[in-house]
């Protein structure tokens, strides 16, 4: 009888790798896309900022003249593109990591369930969600 029992009984298969849940893929997205709108915004207040700042007294005459506040203003202008571009990867990301969180369609699933003498496979209409990693 337990040799029976145990033949018949289903169990689910461990195996050493467990895929993301798709909330796990969702926050990772909108955690991606809150940082890349956050380097964005900053990246142009920094350009706007350099742009704002005053030239300030010229320091050298010539044909290409210098003034005051030009390293200021290029760093500004510098570390705003740079962090601009900084978030183009992680709009990418998030894009990613979107799609591969709805994945989701129906299909027809075989189960096993037991019949008169035996198993017997019966389709079941089911949820199917694909984590393409």
Avoid: C
């Avoid at 990246?43 to 044909?63: D, Q, R, S, V, Y």
């Avoid at 998030?94 to 369609?105: E, G, I, P, T, Y």
Wanted: glycine share 10%.
């Amino acid at each position: 009888m337990l040799f029976a029992a145990t033949y018949y009984s289903f169990g689910q298969q461990m195996t050493g790798y467990t895929p993301q849940a798709q909330t796990d893929y969702l926050k990772k997205s909108k955690h991606q896309k809150t940082t890349a709108w956050i380097l964005l915004g900053s990246g142009a207040t920094l350009i706007l900022t350099g742009i704002i700042i005053p030239k300030g007294e010229m320091t050298h005459e010539g044909f290409w003249p210098t003034y005051k506040n030009d390293g200021l203003k290029n760093t500004l202008g510098l570390g705003g593109l740079s962090s601009m571009i900084v978030s183009v990867p992680f709009f990418i990301a998030s894009s990613k990591n979107k799609k591969r969180a709805s994945s989701l369609s129906l299909k027809n699933e075989p189960v096993q369930e037991p019949e008169k003498n035996g198993l017997a496979y019966h389709l079941v209409p089911s949820i199917q969600l694909k984590l393409s990693l």
